[in-house]
C-alpha cells in the first residue's frame, strides 16, 4: 500500500533506497518542525516561579503585620511629647491601613487554586503594599525634623530592625523587598547625615554602607530562591508532563481523570475518554527517521493544544497513543457536545505535515471512546474500555464508517452523529 506522502515523487521513494540527500531534507523538515514547537525555556516556568514567590511572602504577612503594628506603638509611645500627636494618629492609620490591606490580600490569595490561576496578579498587589509599608515608615525620620540626637538615634535603629526583618520576611521578591526597605533606609540615612552631631554623621555614612549591603543581599537572596524554584518546577512538570511534546503524560493523565470524575459526581455530568492510535505514523518513522517522527508528534500536539478548551486535555501515553478527556458533558445530550470536540481535534489532523521543503505527510487517526457514568465509574475502567473501543475500530478500518467509536450502542437520544471521516 503506497505511502500518503505529496508529490507522487516522494511517495517511490523506500527506506531502503533513500539517498543521504534526502535525509538531509528529513533532518532539514524535522529541524523547521521543532523550531515551530521549541522545547520548554526557563521562561515556561515563569508561572510557577511567580506562585512560589506570592505563596512565600503571604506567608509572612500575618506575623508581618503584628511585628510591625507592636513596633509602630512602640514607636509612638517614645515619640509622643517630641512629634505632633495629630501626626502620630495619621501616621499610625496609615501604617495600620497598609497591614490591614495585606491581611486582606493574605486572606482572599487562599482560597484553593486561586494563587495558581491569578499569581502575577497577587504578586504585583503585595508588590505595592510592600513600598506602601515602607513609605510609612520611611516618614518617621521626617517626623523628627530637627529632633534631638538620641530620638534620631532611636529611630534609625528601630529602622535597621524592621529592615533587618524584612531580609526574613520577603526573601522571595527583590522588589517586594527594596520597595519595602529603601524607602525608609534613605530616609534615615539623608536625617543622619545632615544631622549636626559627628557621632550621627558617622552612623549616616555606616547606613549607607548597610543600604548598599541590602541591596546586594537581597538581589542574591532572591537569585538562589529562583533556581531553587526553577528546580523544583522542572521537577514537578517532568513528573506529570511528557517530555517530548509537553502534553500530559500517564501520570499527569490519573490525577486529571480523578479529579475530572470527581467533578463529575458532584455536578452530575458526563466525562468522555477518547483513547486515540494515530494511523500512517509508522510509516513516517521508516522513511523519514525518528527524529522527523518526534517532531510530527511535537507539531501534532502544538495543533491540539491550540483547539482545547478549558474543559478539554490530551495526553500522551507513548508512541503515538494519546487520550483525550472532555469534561462538563450533558448527560442527556453528550453526543452532539462529544462530536464538536473530535472534529476540532480531527481538524488538526487532517492538515498536512511538511517533513522536507518538498514534502508533505498526511496521517490519520483513530479513537474509541467511554463516557462516564454511562459505561463505567472509575477511572482504570474507562481508560480499558476506551483502549478496547479503539483496536475494534482499528482492525475494521477497511471498511469502517467514522475514525472513532464509542464502547457502547448510543440510545435514542445518543445516537452518533455522522462524522467527517476523512482521513480514515
Not at 259 to 273: G, I, S
Amino acid at each position: 500500500m503506497g505511502l500518503p506522502f505529496l508529490p507522487a515523487s516522494s511517495r517511490r521513494r523506500g527506506a531502503s533506497r533513500r539517498s543521504r540527500e534526502s535525509a538531509r531534507e528529513a533532518d532539514d523538515g524535522a529541524t523547521r518542525l521543532i523550531g515551530t514547537t521549541s522545547g520548554p525555556r526557563d521562561r515556561f516556568f515563569s508561572g510557577d516561579v511567580a506562585a512560589d514567590r506570592t505563596r512565600v511572602l503571604l506567608q509572612s504577612i500575618p506575623l508581618g503585620a503584628s511585628g510591625a503594628l507592636v513596633a509602630a506603638l512602640a514607636v509612638a509611645a517614645v515619640l509622643r511629647g517630641h512629634v505632633p500627636a495629630v501626626s502620630l494618629v495619621v501616621w499610625l492609620v496609615c501604617l495600620g491601613g497598609v497591614h490591614c490591606a495585606r491581611l486582606m490580600v493574605w486572606q482572599r490569595a487562599r482560597v484553593p487554586g486561586e494563587i495558581r490561576r491569578h499569581a502575577r496578579t497577587w504578586l504585583l498587589a503585595l508588590r505595592l503594599s510592600a513600598i506602601a509599608g515602607g513609605i510609612a515608615w520611611g516618614t518617621v525620620p521626617i517626623l523628627l525634623s530637627p529632633g534631638s540626637p538620641l530620638l534620631v538615634l532611636f529611630v534609625a535603629l528601630v529602622i535597621t530592625c524592621v529592615c533587618g526583618a524584612a531580609l526574613g520576611e520577603l526573601p522571595a521578591d527583590a522588589m517586594s523587598t527594596l520597595g519595602f526597605i529603601l524607602p525608609q533606609v534613605l530616609p534615615a540615612i539623608f536625617r543622619l547625615a545632615t544631622s549636626e552631631d559627628d557621632v550621627l554623621q558617622a552612623a549616616g555614612g555606616l547606613g549607607a554602607i548597610f543600604a548598599i549591603y541590602l541591596t546586594l543581599i537581597t538581589f542574591n537572596t532572591q537569585r538562589v530562591f529562583y533556581e531553587v524554584s526553577l528546580l523544583r518546577s522542572r521537577a514537578a512538570q517532568r513528573a506529570t508532563r511528557d517530555s517530548l511534546t509537553g502534553l500530559i503524560n500517564r501520570g499527569g493523565l490519573r490525577l486529571l481523570l480523578e479529579r475530572a470524575l470527581a467533578r463529575a459526581r458532584r455536578n452530575a455530568t458526563a466525562v468522555a475518554v477518547g483513547y486515540i492510535d494515530l494511523d500512517d505514523f509508522k510509516p513516517v518513522n521508516d522513511v523519514f527517521g525518528h527524529r522527523t517522527g518526534d517532531a510530527l508528534l511535537r507539531e501534532l500536539a502544538h495543533r491540539w493544544q491550540a483547539e482545547l478548551r478549558l474543559s478539554e486535555a490530551i495526553a500522551r501515553l507513548g508512541g503515538d497513543e494519546f487520550v483525550v478527556v472532555v469534561e462538563d458533558l450533558d448527560i442527556n445530550r453528550f453526543s452532539t457536545q462529544m462530536a464538536a470536540v473530535f472534529d476540532r481535534l480531527h481538524r488538526a489532523v487532517e492538515a498536512p505535515f511538511h517533513v522536507t521543503p518538498e514534502t508533505e505527510v498526511r496521517i490519520a487517526m483513530t479513537m474509541g471512546i467511554a463516557v462516564f457514568p454511562r459505561d463505567a465509574i472509575d477511572a482504570d475502567r474507562l481508560l480499558r474500555l476506551a483502549d478496547e473501543a479503539m483496536y475494534r475500530n482499528k482492525r475494521s478500518k477497511a471498511d469502517r464508517s467514522h475514525w472513532w467509536t464509542c464502547t457502547s450502542p448510543l440510545d435514542a437520544d445518543n445516537k452518533t452523529p455522522a462524522l467527517n471521516t476523512a482521513g480514515t
